[in-house]
């Protein structure tokens, strides 16, 4: 234990001049409504943008792929993780239609997981946060390392904008400038949740219009300071219940059911390149709520609102983790809508202690599910809720549980990071 926290402080003396310079240099409306506590799902809205297109059709982050059947793959040799004199340039892959960019690209080490991802034609990401962003510079080589995807979850209404109307940037700023320099694709987590809506928006007194206003006004600013920079975004989270109701929230009580078109209208006017997605947890195991999701997007889609696809969240633990196959028919079902899938917010938390046997079981999920997105029609991107465990938000949740990530919270690799180097190098 002290040689293996030696060994990391002496990495962190050898490298944080270097890239602290660099990271920083980047830097430069309650009102009584005749809503009902449970909707259900439906609405009716005119999108009039005459821009809109099926973006579904038109909008790739990915090289195009062909399904490859793993019903009998057996794991063959696990490719190592020492650096090789080998490197491969991440591409620069952008929506249909954005200006392509000229970023600094860090050389990619041909045995990275974004390396094989790369060659499967999917992204492989992880949340990226700005704690350790500002005091970790192993955690920000570890991730230019292994990743091409960074959810930035900063974009809540709660965290940038003030009651005085004030709209504060400062800490997601230097994360997008980062994620830019570096070839980065970002995901922007996430513009309407009803977890982030400020006690002195519920509290107070508005009208509905008001509200929508508000709103308007958010997501306008918000997209549209970030065009082309944010490649993705997740307009409307958890918007479902588990009872296959629109959910009971702010936006809903004050605007009704529309307050999920129009968020997807207004981030499309902000960045019509951008791609959009509604994100939700369960999508995977409850046919309730996926049902309902599916009755959604199909609604969504039928109003010519601009929704290309649907994030999987992923949260899970061993002994409860749906089969691959499972997963696969799920994402498949949103792909004949049109939308792409998305695997969002991947994590495994086990009941400590983590022994042996759990943690090979964690690490067949994690293959599972990168099985899934690999061979399901329109899967664009396996992105985990975080990469190491010392910064992993399931103990703070759970008491009891953690391990759930594929680094250890030394940044040592554990069987989860061999099985997706396995399963991607295949």
Same mark, same amino acid.
């Given at each position: 234990?002290?040689?293996?926290?030696?060994?990391?402080?002496?990495?962190?003396?050898?490298?944080?001049?270097?890239?602290?310079?660099?990271?920083?240099?980047?830097?430069?409306?309650?009102?009584?409504?005749?809503?009902?506590?449970?909707?259900?799902?439906?609405?009716?809205?005119?999108?009039?943008?005459?821009?809109?297109?099926?973006?579904?059709?038109?909008?790739?982050?990915?090289?195009?792929?062909?399904?490859?059947?793993?019903?009998?793959?057996?794991?063959?040799?696990?490719?190592?993780?020492?650096?090789?004199?080998?490197?491969?340039?991440?591409?620069?892959?952008?929506?249909?239609?954005?200006?392509?960019?000229?970023?600094?690209?860090?050389?990619?080490?041909?045995?990275?997981?974004?390396?094989?991802?790369?060659?499967?034609?999917?992204?492989?990401?992880?949340?990226?946060?700005?704690?350790?962003?500002?005091?970790?510079?192993?955690?920000?080589?570890?991730?230019?390392?292994?990743?091409?995807?960074?959810?930035?979850?900063?974009?809540?209404?709660?965290?940038?904008?003030?009651?005085?109307?004030?709209?504060?940037?400062?800490?997601?700023?230097?994360?997008?400038?980062?994620?830019?320099?570096?070839?980065?694709?970002?995901?922007?987590?996430?513009?309407?949740?009803?977890?982030?809506?400020?006690?002195?928006?519920?509290?107070?007194?508005?009208?509905? &219009?008001?509200?929508?206003?508000?709103?308007?006004?958010?997501?306008?600013?918000?997209?549209?300071?970030?065009?082309?920079?944010?490649?993705?975004?997740?307009?409307?989270?958890?918007?479902?219940?588990?009872?296959?109701?629109?959910?009971?929230?702010?936006?809903?009580?004050?605007?009704?059911?529309?307050?999920?078109?129009?968020?997807?209208?207004?981030?499309?006017?902000?960045?019509?390149?951008?791609?959009?997605?509604?994100?939700?947890?369960?999508?995977?195991?409850? &046919?309730?709520?996926?049902?309902?999701?599916?009755?959604?997007?199909?609604?969504?889609?039928?109003?010519?609102?601009?929704?290309?696809?649907?994030?999987?969240?992923?949260?899970?633990?061993?002994?409860?983790?749906?089969?691959?196959?499972?997963?696969?028919?799920?994402?498949?079902?949103?792909?004949?809508?049109?939308?792409?899938?998305?695997?969002? &917010?991947?994590?495994?938390?086990?009941?400590?202690?983590?022994?042996?046997?759990?943690?090979?079981?964690?690490?067949?999920?994690?293959?599972?599910?990168?099985?899934?997105?690999?061979?399901?029609?329109?899967?664009?991107?396996?992105?985990?809720?975080?990469?190491?465990?010392?910064?992993?938000?399931?103990?703070?949740?759970?008491?009891?549980?953690?391990?759930?990530?594929?680094?250890?919270?030394?940044?040592?690799?554990?069987?989860?990071?061999?099985?997706?180097?396995?399963?991607?190098?295949?």
């Amino acid at each position: 234990m002290l040689q293996t926290l030696s060994v990391r402080k002496i990495l962190h003396v050898i490298s944080a001049g270097m890239l602290l310079a660099c990271a920083y240099m980047q830097v430069a409306f309650p009102q009584n409504n005749p809503f009902p506590t449970s909707t259900p799902i439906g609405f009716d809205i005119t999108v009039t943008n005459s821009t809109q297109k099926n973006a579904s059709q038109t909008r790739t982050l990915t090289p195009t792929r062909t399904p490859t059947s793993t019903s009998s793959r057996t794991p063959s040799s696990t490719p190592t993780r020492t650096s090789t004199s080998t490197t491969t340039p991440s591409p620069t892959i952008t929506p249909s239609g954005t200006p392509t960019h000229t970023p600094t690209l860090l050389p990619t080490p041909s045995n990275s997981l974004r390396a094989y991802a790369y060659q499967r034609g999917i992204r492989i990401g992880s949340l990226f946060l700005a704690e350790p962003f500002y005091s970790d510079p192993f955690y920000i080589t570890t991730f230019l390392h292994e990743f091409d995807t960074a959810t930035i979850n900063r974009f809540q209404f709660n965290h940038i904008r003030s009651r005085n109307g004030k709209y504060n940037f400062s800490r997601i700023d230097p994360l997008i400038d980062l994620m830019q320099a570096n070839g980065i694709t970002v995901i922007g987590h996430s513009l309407v949740y009803h977890m982030n809506v400020p006690r002195w928006l519920e509290e107070g007194s508005w009208t509905s &219009e008001q509200a929508k206003e508000t709103l308007h006004e958010y997501i306008t600013k918000v997209v549209s300071r970030y065009c082309h920079r944010v490649s993705v975004w997740t307009v409307v989270n958890e918007a479902v219940g588990d009872d296959g109701l629109l959910r009971d929230t702010f936006w809903l009580r004050m605007i009704g059911p529309d307050y999920i078109p129009l968020a997807f209208q207004w981030a499309h006017e902000a960045d019509p390149d951008a791609i959009l997605i509604y994100n939700d947890y369960h999508l995977e195991r409850s &046919e309730i709520k996926s049902r309902a999701v599916l009755v959604l997007m199909e609604q969504l889609l039928a109003q010519g609102v601009p929704v290309h696809g649907v994030g999987f969240q992923m949260h899970l633990e061993i002994g409860s983790a749906p089969p691959r196959q499972q997963v696969q028919l799920m994402m498949n079902k949103f792909a004949k809508l049109g939308l792409s899938s998305y695997i969002t &917010e991947m994590d495994i938390q086990l009941k400590e202690p983590a022994t042996h046997d759990k943690l090979a079981q964690q690490a067949r999920i994690y293959a599972d599910m990168a099985d899934a997105c690999l061979n399901a029609t329109k899967c664009i991107a396996f992105v985990m809720w975080g990469f190491t465990d010392a910064y992993s938000w399931i103990p703070k949740k759970y008491t009891g549980y953690g391990t759930a990530l594929i680094l250890d919270a030394y940044y040592q690799p554990k069987p989860a990071y061999y099985s997706l180097l396995d399963t991607l190098s295949h």
